[in-house]
Nanobody, 126 residues
Framework: QVELVDSGGGSVQAGGSLRLTCDAS????????MGWFRQVPGKAREAVVGIDRVTGSTYSIDSVKGRFTISPGDTKNTLYLQMNSLNVEDTAMYYCAASNRYCSDAWGRVSAFNLWGQGTQVTVSS
């Protein structure tokens, strides 16, 4: 069951940028920890970036540090993922997710996230 709505994916050339949006507005409070995971066929879903909505702490994997930025959206319970300097290795289906746990506990663990988006495809060509 899709409970969050993520959008903004597309096809870009290496070096380009995209901004993903996660819409959790149907929830009064989607959860403490929100973020983005990504998955390519045949591989496990991996955490990419996250933000703790209580503490403001952000989390990211090393490969996207300095390139991807997660931030609150312009409307209540929305989230942005600004992705710059995209490379071919960033190609994946990206999923927004929310957890009722703090990021210090939930971050990095797919099973800790109870709300998910339907996914938005990001394709980067060389």
């Amino acid at each position: 069951q899709v409970e969050l709505v993520d959008s903004g994916g597309g096809s870009v050339q290496a070096g380009g940028s995209l901004r993903l949006t996660c819409d959790a507005s149907r929830f009064t409070y989607p959860g403490h920890c929100m973020g983005w995971f990504r998955q390519v066929p045949g591989k496990a879903r991996e955490a990419v970036v996250g933000i703790d909505r209580v503490t403001g702490s952000t989390y990211s994997i090393d490969s996207v540090k300095g390139r991807f930025t997660i931030s609150p959206g312009d409307t209540k319970n929305t989230l942005y993922l600004q992705m710059n300097s995209l490379n071919v290795e960033d190609t994946a289906m990206y999923y927004c997710a929310a957890s009722n746990r703090y990021c210090s506990d939930a971050w990095g663990r797919v099973s800790a996230f109870n709300l998910w988006g339907q996914g938005t495809q990001v394709t980067v060509s060389s």
